[in-house]
């Protein structure tokens, strides 16, 4: 499901970019993608994830996993069934849902990767996902928060009052979605189409060894000619043939406005020019105003709830910590080889997910800066009218699940716009709170423990996304509608 998912990203992105004259936009962004996956992305994540997988490494030599794994066991236990009891996956596992409930996404990652090692180890089948695995990733893409800070700082730096209104609502979307996530791996896994595929039957079927290899072929034992079915067909024509009409237009400039103006896609490139001129107008000129607003923050007295939470993200990292690193020295544990040991590990677990991470973020570039998240907005605007979801946020929800950058920047357009209302924004950042990135957390799970079968892991996310932005939109309405 995930390759058809890909396809169609980078398929649709470089047709738009041929109809909408965006070709040289769009490879500009590939490669700075490419660029910014290794430099930006990548090596800090390295950084990040060796220092957790280390301290990780001394939890486990210590024991002190399996004591963190007790407090959650009896819910998890009913979650996760193949799990024995004292495994160490319970304990990464107890880890990783804890540091997403607390919005520490550079600490979640890493013991997350450090969960689907030790799930990787349970795995019959080493190229296709566990149920475990699934159900372990859908709880990871419905991203169950209790402090949703990135939307807390957004609302804050865009002037909105009262941003802490939306911790609640968050709260409650989340749940939503994490419940969604969990009755939606439930009820795949049981389905005959997402079936694992066992490693030998894999593995005879892409390409015999040994002495199956050494045996002459009959004609019965020969692979059989693929044949292209006719609704394949039909796709795969009619997008060349939309390449070559956006690639003829590359030479009639003339031909291309006379096409975007008939068909009124002119008018929405220009609007959408337009909101996101706006928009960045709007974050220049809050940021030219941050700090005359510093120094009257300063004299100012901050909310409670603000200096709480700051406080408790602040020290939530030093006492895992100082947590792990006494209990190892009480327990004769040698801290420094140890935490080197598991450091180790993460520079190759970067090395892994890093193509993963590439290939994801091409089609996500390619499908964003062609225009053809755009195109898909103007063609779904009677269906969202229907069901009364407003335009406006269908940007944020379609991205929230492909990046966080991308969604982070819409989500920054819709703040930062002046003509959004109050109740647009605290929808929004409610949306965006509600789920997680689900196309990057399969990328880089699955990639770490290179899974070639997700099975219905990528289902299950969707559903936990839909319901969650679904809840999101409707708290928003059902609290925000008058403000």
């Not at 180890?121 to 990871?140: D, G, H, I, V």
Request: glycine content about 6%; proline content about 6%; hydrophobic content about 55%.
């Amino acid at each position: 499901m995930l390759n058809y998912v890909w396809s169609f990203l980078i398929v649709t992105g470089i047709i738009a970019a041929a109809l909408f004259g965006r070709l040289e936009a769009m490879v500009t962004g590939v490669f700075d993608i490419c660029i910014k996956v290794v430099m930006v992305i990548a090596l800090p994540l390295a950084g990040t994830i060796m220092l957790w997988l280390g301290i990780m490494r001394v939890m486990e030599k210590g024991g002190l996993m399996n004591v963190v794994a007790k407090v959650l066991s009896p819910l998890l236990r009913l979650i996760f069934p193949e799990i024995p009891k004292d495994h160490p996956a319970m304990g990464a596992i107890t880890m990783n849902i804890a540091a997403n409930m607390l919005g520490l996404g550079n600490a979640a990652t890493p013991m997350g990767l450090k969960a689907m090692t030790h799930l990787q180890e349970l795995n019959p089948n080493k190229q296709s996902a566990s149920n475990a695995m699934c159900m372990f990733l859908a709880l990871n893409t419905a991203g169950f928060t209790l402090l949703p800070m990135t939307s807390l700082n957004y609302l804050n730096a865009g002037g909105v009052q009262n941003p802490q209104s939306i911790i609640l609502p968050t709260i409650l979307a989340t749940i939503c979605s994490t419940t969604a996530g969990i009755l939606a791996a439930l009820f795949f896994q049981r389905l005959p189409m997402f079936r694992p595929v066992p490693d030998d039957v894999a593995v005879s079927s892409a390409a015999p060894s040994g002495a199956e290899a050494e045996k002459p072929k009959t004609e019965e034992s020969l692979p059989k000619p693929y044949k292209m079915t006719l609704l394949r067909s039909i796709l795969v024509y009619t997008a060349a043939a939309a390449f070559v009409f956006g690639a003829v237009l590359e030479f009639m400039p003339e031909k291309r406005d006379a096409v975007l103006k008939f068909t009124g896609l002119q008018t929405l490139l220009t609007e959408a020019d337009t909101v996101a001129k706006a928009a960045a107008a709007r974050q220049k000129e809050l940021k030219d105003q941050a700090p005359a607003k510093a120094a009257d923050q300063a004299q100012k007295e901050e909310p409670v709830w603000r200096k709480q939470l700051l406080k408790l993200s602040t020290l939530t990292i030093p006492f895992i910590l100082i947590a792990v690193v006494l209990w190892a020295l009480a327990r004769g544990i040698p801290v420094f080889e140890e935490m080197a040991e598991g450091a180790k590990e993460g520079f190759g677990v970067v090395l892994r997910i890093m193509p993963f991470l590439l290939v994801m973020f091409v089609a996500i570039v390619c499908f964003r800066d062609s225009g053809a998240l755009m195109l898909l907005e103007y063609a779904l605007r009677p269906v969202l009218s229907l069901i009364g979801m407003p335009v406006d946020l269908f940007p944020l929800a379609v991205m929230r699940p492909l990046s966080g950058s991308g969604s982070s920047g819409f989500l920054n357009e819709i703040i930062f716009n002046p003509a959004s209302t109050d109740h647009m924004r605290y929808t929004a950042a409610i949306l965006f709170g509600s789920t997680e990135t689900t196309f990057y957390v399969l990328a880089v799970y699955f990639g770490s423990v290179s899974i070639r079968r997700t099975r219905h892991a990528l289902a299950a996310g969707l559903c936990a996304d839909i319901v969650g932005m679904t809840a999101a939109i409707t708290l928003g309405w059902l609290l925000f509608a008058r403000v």
